[in-house]
C-alpha cells in the first residue's frame, strides 16, 4: 500500500504565535487520523518553534523551500542542513508560485532537489499545468516535460524518497478543483511517465492532489485509484478543516 499523505502548506501566513496555535490545534486532533500521514509546511520563521511543538506528535515538518547552494554569500537564503537542523523531514519544491513568481526553473530544481537528498530531507515535488496549457490540451505535454527535466534524472535511490504533488495551477486559491476523473487521470499519467524511468518503484510514489481541496471535496477526489493524499493550502489554515479533510480517506 502506498503511504498516504495531508500536508499543509501554510505559504506566508499566521505570524509565529498563530503558526504555533494551529499547530498546537492540529496535533490536538490528530489522534482522530489513522493511516494517514500529517505535514505541516509553515514559514521559514516558524519552523523552530513549530518543529518543539510537533516533537511528542506524529505529525511532520516540511520545510515550503529551500536555497540551491550548501552554505555561503547568499544573503536571505536557507539551506537545507538549516532546514534539517531544526528537525524539518520534508521540503515542498517547484510550487507554481515559486515557478511564477520567483522564476524557478527546471536546472534550479534539480540543485534543489540535490541538497534535498544530501540533507535527508523529502522533497515534495509540485508540477502541474497553467489554464492557457489546459484549455489549448497541452496539459500533458507540460507535466511530462516537468517530471522529464527533473525527476526522471534522480538515482533510482533518490527517486524511491520522492513524494509528488499535482496541483493544477488554475486550480490554486481559486476555488476551481479539478474534478475527481481529471485528477485521476493526471495521475495516472505522472505515475505512468515515472514508471517509463523507474518501472515499479513509481507504483510506490505517494502523488498528492493540490488545488482548491476542502472537507467537502476532499473525498471524492481522494477516493481515486492514484490519488495519495492532498497538498493543501487555504483549508489547511483551519484545524478542523485539514483534519477533516485527512478524515477524507
Ligand atoms: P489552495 O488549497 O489554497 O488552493 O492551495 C493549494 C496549494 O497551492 C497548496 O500548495
Request: proline fraction near 3%; charged fraction near 20%; include cysteine.
Amino acid at each position: 500500500m502506498r503511504k498516504k499523505i495531508v500536508a499543509g502548506n501554510w505559504k506566508m501566513n499566521t505570524l509565529v504565535f498563530e503558526g504555533e496555535s494551529l499547530a498546537a490545534q492540529v496535533v490536538a486532533k490528530s489522534n482522530e487520523v489513522s493511516g494517514v500521514s500529517l505535514v505541516l509546511a509553515p514559514p521559514f520563521t516558524h519552523l523552530s518553534s513549530v518543529a518543539a511543538g510537533l516533537k511528542t506528535s506524529s505529525v511532520a515538518l516540511s520545510a515550503q523551500n529551500c536555497a540551491t547552494e550548501d552554505s555561503g554569500a547568499y544573503t536571505g537564503e536557507v539551506s537545507a542542513a538549516m532546514l534539517a537542523s531544526v528537525g524539518v523531514q520534508y521540503c515542498i519544491l517547484g510550487h507554481s508560485e515559486r515557478r511564477e513568481y520567483y522564476g524557478e526553473t527546471d536546472e534550479t530544481l534539480n540543485k534543489k532537489l540535490a541538497v534535498c537528498f544530501k540533507n535527508n530531507l523529502i522533497p515534495i515535488f509540485c508540477v502541474g499545468e497553467k489554464l492557457d496549457e489546459r484549455e489549448s490540451n497541452r496539459h500533458f505535454e507540460v507535466v511530462k516535460a516537468q517530471l522529464e527535466n527533473t525527476l526522471c534524472k534522480l538515482s533510482e535511490s533518490d527517486y524511491e524518497k520522492v513524494v509528488v504533488a499535482y496541483e493544477p495551477v488554475w486550480a490554486i486559491g481559486t476555488g476551481k478543483t479539478a474534478s475527481p476523473e481529471q485528477a485521476q487521470e493526471m495521475h495516472a499519467f505522472i505515475r505512468k511517465t515515472l514508471a517509463a524511468k523507474f518501472g515499479d518503484k513509481a507504483e510506490a510514489t505517494p502523488i498528492l492532489y493540490g488545488g482548491s481541496c476542502k472537507p467537502s471535496n476532499a473525498k471524492d477526489i481522494f477516493s481515486k485509484n492514484d490519488v495519495d493524499g492532498g497538498l493543501i493550502g487555504g483549508a489547511s489554515l483551519v484545524a478542523d478543516d485539514f483534519i477533516a479533510i485527512a478524515k477524507s480517506f
